[in-house]
């Protein structure tokens, strides 16, 4: 390779991808050698073989040097042109090219609300960023065709929630600290293998501390003396770990300096938690304490305190609780629920709540009382209250509330088990059963009718209220030596103890005709059914 094509190679610009064209930098004339075309006249029509003996070199050079470049000359070499004076080659008509570059990205730019980048070793990356503040990470990324970005969480991973993507930016705002973690950025053009780069986002965050204290008597045999002693615990959850001190009355408390205390930390748990042990309870015990919690500052987080009053006074909650373990109520009616608080201190504080689905609307909370004006089904489920204040366990006392249900009303018949044919045939046996759904179930009761009439159990009309054969709520007639006399409307009434909540009947026509594909799947929602003969009509349809 001559001295010429090595010059003009080297002095060629950079290749951006981002522009379909190109121009080769130019140095002045005093950098250049001598060229075959420097001595033609300015405005001749240049040496087109020259040229090309020229170029050639070039373009083998480039092309060696990146693979990935594809050069494509003109055949017109009009827009070639020498300077007389100068040893180079002005390209005054931008070259045609077909770019081509696989996807490379360099690295993830962090800002928004980014406290700082850290690098850990050689190539780990961490972005550190405080709870509730904005995030937003940018892959820079290169290559032609412009690569297409894809934001992953874990390697592999389809989305991410709770985040906004747009192009080469992952956008997340607020963040929380289920954020954490490693996110990756994939660029792909269908050239080469992807291009894959990652962070690790640490969320920083300090909850408030919860303080508690319990206590415990220990009895000592040996000296005949009981020691009572003091657990002052506060927790709370951090990232970074939390550190805690403690203040009695504004005063540090060490336990190198006041052999009464003993300040530990508990193992095998995950909150931050410090404990202050008070030993064999002194007089200058009985004081205000404060705990401390702290991540020294870092993202600007502030330090957080939590203070308690010790005194002898001091004693977990008492709660008075009234009601029994299931309450049935009639719906539409008025329902209180006390709970009553008779001793603690600090004064102690009630909260109810359903975990099922949370208090219904409507409820109202008054001096720990949870009233619920009117009620209905939907009200139902499992009711607690919770009675604390910071001493001892808190208090929980729970009431299952039932509200009267009556729905759901069906009914088929069974004939005879011991012959093939589905009719109901005179001689035979005829089973007819009917099912509600009722709450509660040990309330529900049935009645049979025949045209009006109450039937009476005898050895060949069996009742049954409990059919081990069937769900709960089910009962069942069974007509033995089926007989024309028997034939009629029979009527299945299910009632609850409560005069608020109506009877549901079902009425049932027996007769000849009757067979089981009519009434295999008919089902009432309404209070009374009529049942009709088996026709091309609806078998069952509602009375209102």
């Not at 002095?11 to 250049?32: D, E, G, Y």
């Not at 693979?67 to 020498?82: N, S």
């Not at 690790?200 to 501390?209: A, I, K, M, Q």
């Not at 009553?340 to 689905?357: C, E, T």
Request: charge should be neutral.
């Amino acid at each position: 390779m001559d001295s010429r094509s090595t010059a003009l190679k080297t002095r060629m610009r950079p290749l951006n991808p981002s522009h379909a064209s190109w121009r080769p930098h130019c140095h002045p004339p005093a950098l250049c050698h001598t060229s075959p075309l420097q001595h033609q006249p300015a405005q001749a029509k240049p040496d087109t073989k020259a040229a090309r003996a020229l170029l050639k070199p070039l373009l083998v050079t480039i092309v060696e040097r990146v693979p990935l470049l594809a050069l494509h000359t003109p055949d017109d070499m009009d827009w070639c042109k020498a300077r007389t004076t100068v040893d180079e080659c002005m390209l005054l008509k931008p070259l045609t090219t077909d770019f081509a570059a696989p996807p490379a990205a360099a690295y993830i730019e962090a800002t928004g609300g980014a406290c700082f980048v850290r690098k850990d070793g050689v190539t780990e990356r961490a972005c550190v960023v405080r709870e509730g503040d904005t995030l937003r990470l940018k892959c820079i990324i290169s290559g032609h065709p412009r690569p297409k970005v894809r934001w992953t969480k874990t390697a592999g991973s389809s989305s991410i929630p709770e985040v906004s993507v747009h192009k080469e930016m992952l956008y997340i705002s607020p963040v929380l600290r289920t954020h954490g973690g490693r996110y990756y950025c994939r660029a792909y053009n269908a050239i080469g293998v992807p291009a894959i780069r990652s962070i690790r986002v640490d969320v920083y965050y300090l909850d408030p501390p919860v303080l508690t204290v319990h206590q415990s008597v220990v009895e000592t045999k040996e000296y005949f003396y009981a020691e009572r002693t003091v657990f002052l615990r506060c927790s709370t959850m951090a990232n970074p770990h939390a550190r805690h001190s403690w203040w009695r009355n504004h005063e540090a408390l060490s336990a190198a300096t006041d052999d009464g205390l003993a300040i530990y930390e508990p193992l095998f748990i995950e909150a931050d938690v410090n404990i202050l042990k008070l030993k064999n309870l002194r007089h200058q015990d009985f004081a205000n304490y404060s705990c401390r919690v702290s991540v020294c500052g870092v993202c600007g987080i502030p330090d957080a305190t939590i203070s308690f009053q010790l005194s002898t006074t001091t004693g977990p909650p008492l709660v008075y609780w009234p009601l029994p373990e299931q309450m049935v109520v009639d719906p539409g009616t008025r329902v209180v629920l006390p709970c009553v608080v008779i001793g603690g201190d600090p004064s102690p504080s009630i909260s109810w709540d359903r975990p099922s689905a949370g208090l219904p609307p409507g409820h109202i909370l008054s001096g720990g009382n949870l009233t619920l004006p009117l009620v209905q089904s939907y009200h139902a489920g499992s009711y607690h209250c919770l009675v604390e204040n910071g001493v001892g366990e808190p208090q929980t006392r729970t009431v299952q509330l039932v509200v009267r249900l009556l729905t759901n009303g069906r009914f088929w018949i069974t004939p005879d088990p011991y012959h093939d044919d589905d009719n109901i045939k005179i001689g035979r046996e005829v089973k007819i059963s009917c099912q509600v759904e009722a709450l509660p179930p040990k309330e529900l009761s049935f009645s049979w009718f025949k045209d009006g009439h109450m039937l009476q159990p005898s050895d060949r009309m069996i009742i049954s209220e409990k059919d081990a054969d069937f769900a709960p709520g089910t009962s069942s007639l069974d007509i033995i030596d089926l007989k024309f006399t028997d034939f009629g409307t029979y009527t299945c009434k299910a009632r609850l103890r409560s005069k608020r909540v109506a009877p549901l009947s079902i009425d049932v026509n027996i007769s000849e005709n009757t067979g089981r594909s009519c009434f295999m799947s008919a089902s009432c929602l309404c209070n009374y059914c009529i049942v009709v003969e088996f026709s091309s009509k609806p078998c069952v349809h509602c009375a209102y």
